[in-house]
């Protein structure tokens, strides 16, 4: 389903498990620890839906949208918040057989400013991640949505080039999933940049499924 952040319940429900699922609980405290470093203010947090310290996917975007604040939103990083960019990843991984449980949801600057980061944002960004990467254990792919997410990856390959190979990830780029993504004037350009998304996610979910074993569907 997508955007199920509408439905009071459910949204009540990821709230109650945000500090308790033990998957979850350390990215949400890691994310109140940011909340307080250098002034730079409200980050959201992520569902429990997903994947968390256990996650096989990190997807990484440009900085959290309006649906992810608490005063306008869910106050989580969910494919499953209340707009179109949201519904577009819910798609594309439902699509590909990869399930919110394996993924976790990021930005490259994980505060909230609804806008693109600068040079100095995207340096504290990617130090933030290469944070990150020191919690997940588990992460194998790496997808990148967005010319932004991929600019501040560079940045934690230069940071931290050891963390990045010593994860042994693969790195997916992508479009960002919003629809302003596929603006321009030539329609062929907007079919070209629709089919390197779809085909990404296809990479991503065949990666996957190689990982598990076919009879049982448990990681190998």
């Known amino acids: 389903m997508t955007r199920l952040m509408k439905d009071p319940d459910f949204r009540a429900a990821q709230h109650a498990r945000a500090f308790t699922d033990p998957h979850i609980r350390p990215i949400n405290e890691f994310i109140d620890g940011l909340r307080d470093r250098d002034g730079r203010g409200w980050a959201p947090y992520v569902a429990p839906h997903h994947g968390g ?6 997807s990484i975007l440009r900085d959290p949208g309006p649906r992810t604040h608490f005063e306008k939103g869910s106050g989580f ?10 519904e577009r990843q819910c798609t594309l991984f439902a699509d590909n057989g990869i399930p ?5 949801p990021w930005n490259g600057y994980p505060w909230y400013i609804n806008a693109a980061p600068d ?6 960004g990617a130090r933030v991640i290469g944070e990150l990467l020191h919690q997940l254990t588990s992460v194998r792919i790496v997808l990148l949505q967005g010319n932004d997410a991929q600019r501040i990856w ?6 931290e080039p050891d963390i990045v190979s010593a994860a042994g990830v693969s790195v997916h780029k992508t479009i960002h999933p919003s629809p302003q993504a596929l603006f321009h004037r ?15 996610y296809a990479e991503i979910g065949a ?13 190998g």
């Open 53 to 58: 310290v256990d996650a096989e996917i990190l």
């Open 77 to 86: 990083l969910s494919v499953e918040n209340d707009d179109v960019t949201a």
């Open 100 to 104: 919110s449980r394996v993924v976790l």
């Open 119 to 124: 040079k100095e944002q995207s340096r504290a």
């Open 154 to 159: 560079d940045l934690v390959v230069e940071e």
């Open 186 to 200: 030539d329609p062929e350009v907007r079919s070209t940049r629709r089919k390197k998304q779809e085909d990404t």
């Open 207 to 219: 990666l996957l499924a190689s990982h598990r074993d076919p009879t049982t569907g448990i990681e």
